[in-house]
């Protein structure tokens, strides 16, 4: 969300919602980098938090009953009803330490996908997007779990340098 507040700054410069509530979506992600993994955090800053996100939703909802969104640029105003509609589900890392605050990671996962998809890759089924997807996660896993050299524990690797045509 951080990306199209920012997104939203700069297209709409005389709206003050998207600076509002960038500046508490970074509260919010602040506070919960500071908790205790596994404790409960202070319900009494959470509700502030979750009350001063409703607020800077009024203070859009004004803003747009005044000046009607721009038919050029939607997406400040379509990113407003994405974050009334999903509030719980986009403030959810606020009472639970097991959900990330931003989803960096993921994104950093799905970077390889892309890049695959925008060298024209073209798959013929679902099935053998399914099939990429797995093998990316289980190379994801074996990095996670042994950071050597994981080529040494699959099966038929030989130290011997091939070119790959031994067999014929």
């Known amino acids: 969300m951080l990306r199209y507040l920012k997104d939203s700054i700069d297209n709409e410069l005389d709206r003050t919602w998207n600076k509002e509530m960038r500046s508490l979506l970074q509260d919010m992600i602040h506070f919960c980098n500071g908790c205790q993994p596994f404790l409960e955090p202070d319900p009494v800053k959470i509700s502030e938090l979750e009350k001063r996100y409703r607020e800077v939703l009024e203070t859009v909802r004004t803003e747009y009953g005044n000046v ?29 330490s ?29 099935k053998s997007i399914d099939y ?13 779990e042994e950071p050597a050299n994981n080529w040494t524990e699959c099966p038929g690797y030989s130290d011997k340098k091939t070119d790959g045509f031994d067999n014929y």
Request: proline share 3%.
């Open 132 to 144: 990429l997807c797995q093998c990316m996660s289980m190379f994801v896993l074996m990095r996670l």
């Open 68 to 96: 009607p969104a721009n038919k050029y640029y939607r997406d400040g105003y379509n990113l407003f009803l994405r974050m009334e509609k999903y509030m719980q589900n986009n403030l959810m890392f606020l009472h639970d």
């Open 98 to 126: 097991r959900v990330p605050a931003t989803n960096n990671e993921a994104e950093r996962r799905l970077r390889s996908y892309k890049r695959k998809q925008a060298q024209a890759v073209t798959f013929r089924s679902f």
